[in-house]
């Protein structure tokens, strides 16, 4: 386990969040998750939103952070995660993540959204690019068949709510003439 908080370098205490062991710093709050325990976490707080990308993976879009790996001391970068003003640090190295207080929070309340409002369209989409991403090799096809299945359950769901908007759509469209 690490030892200080690479935001204000008080010693991390190791704590179970979500069934997973992080540290976390009793100063500012923040907590370093080790390697990938920040999607295991975010898994466990909104399942249906495990499909999401798996930021920590993205290659692009990193900028320097100037805190440094409380796992390896090398110098972390910064993420900017989609569509909320949160930024990420993480290891280059695959040590892990850090998220300063409230952070999780706000990505877990992101991924209930995204959950809750992504149009039928785009989640045929999601599962598209599911597909892609194991005919190129990029994540086991077992992950896939379980991110898939979430997928499919939303849709499920979508689809029972967007129909009778559609058919209301159509029944409109036909009286503009
Ligand atoms: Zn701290
Ligand atoms: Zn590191």
Redesign the pocket.
């Known amino acids: 386990m690490p030892n200080?908080?690479?935001?204000?370098?008080?010693a991390?205490r190791p704590i179970v969040l979500e069934g997973v062991a992080v540290a976390h710093?009793?100063?500012?709050?923040?907590t370093w998750l080790p390697g990938h325990r920040l999607d295991v976490v975010l898994d466990a707080l909104v399942p249906d939103a495990s499909w999401l990308d798996d930021l920590l993976t993205r290659a692009h879009g990193a900028q320097d952070s100037n805190r440094r790996c409380p796992s390896c001391d090398g110098s972390m970068e910064t993420l900017l995660w989609p569509d909320t003003e949160v930024s990420v640090d993480r290891c280059p190295s695959g040590c892990g993540a850090w998220v300063d207080a409230g952070e999780l929070d706000r990505i877990a309340a992101h991924r209930v959204d995204v959950v809750v409002q992504k149009p039928a369209s785009e989640l045929l989409k999601a599962i598209a690019r599911e597909v892609e991403q194991v005919a190129e090799g990029q994540e086991p096809p077992s992950m896939a068949v379980s991110e898939i299945a979430d997928l499919l359950r939303l849709l499920g769901r979508r689809v029972f709510v967007q129909v009778p908007v559609v058919a209301a759509g159509a029944n409109a469209g036909s009286q503009h003439g």
């Open positions: 200080t908080c690479p935001a204000c370098s008080t991390l710093c009793g100063d500012c709050g923040g």
